[in-house]
């Protein structure tokens, strides 16, 4: 394979990466049991830090779908109803009837599109402070009606969250461990909030992040309370392989129950279903955190998922990452340049 291309797409050349002190990108393709990956650039801007693939980058967003699944474990379970009110375990949030499944799905009208993060080694807040309000964004609170219309809300993915870890007694951090990564195998996904020092030496920082006035000098990422809507910390390779263990699921079974998997993708409004974006042949979703970008399809009739992460916000737009993952499904989909 030519080591400038990545089964034929120019990924440097779509996502404007500039030799090995700029920005970079680490981009896997899985297809059946096999994955390939494709990396560039630095991981670490201004420093000769190339990009490998056990690097971690921040998957901002993506951090959501990966809640859903979480979630859904325990619902295959019997231990969570995402049919069943849950304000009484936020009521000093919650006055009137709340599900999950409004709540995943972006129709309970919460407020807070989404959240800017905080420097790495600022104080610790908990989810009570997001959603009261006390740190850097608006207080979490229902503003459009009830099932009515579709809005995303980071904050209500938070309030979710909060209701989660109430239900079950842990955190998410400790769920997403034993029902997703353990499951899988996975050792460099987690919601890593703060980020563990053992595994700094392997995280991409967030473009020039740690340039700026008032950021953590040390520290080129942010810090962010918010784990289920923006806290998750991966690999393209492992996104990959959770990918896959989904259109698994959506097809016979394993992850999860194939009626919830199915359930997960199929849209409630606007094309959203849990957690999860409707892309016709492929569902997923799209990660932005401070200084990190991240794409992540997997296909609904075959053993296919791309997967791409950078650490360029402001430089690349979403059109670049989604040119080259759209075209490495189709590319492989077609049968070209197959996998494994």
Known sequence: MDRNTFHGVDVNGLLKIRGKKGYGVSFAAAQGDGVETFCSGSGRFGESFPVVPDMMFQAGSVSKPMF?????????????????????????????????????????????????????????????????????????????????????????????????????????????????????????????QPLDEELVPDAAFGGRLRERKNEDPARGYHYYPEHAAAGLWSTPTELAKIGIALSRSVREGGLLKKETARRMITPVMDGYGLCCRDYGDTAGHDGANEGFLTYWRFSKTGDLCVAGMINNLYGCSYDGLHEVGDSLIETLKNGDGRIG
């Open 68 to 192: 859903a699944v979480t979630l859904l474990r325990y619902a295959d379970r019997g231990q969570i109803d995402l049919d069943e009110d849950i304000s009484g375990f936020v009521r000093e949030f919650v006055s009137r009837p709340l599900t999950f499944e409004a709540l995943l799905s972006h129709t309970a009208g919460y407020s807070v599109h989404g959240f800017f993060g905080y420097r790495a080694d600022a104080p610790l807040l908990t989810l009570e402070d997001v959603i009261a309000g006390r740190g850097n964004s608006p207080k979490v609170c229902r503003i459009r009606p009830y099932g009515k219309q579709f809005r995303y809300s980071g904050g209500g993915t938070t309030l979710a969250e909060l209701a989660f870890t109430r239900i079950t007694g842990t955190s998410l951090r400790d769920a997403f461990r034993a029902e997703v990564a353990d499951t899988l195998g996975l050792t460099r996904t987690g919601y890593f």
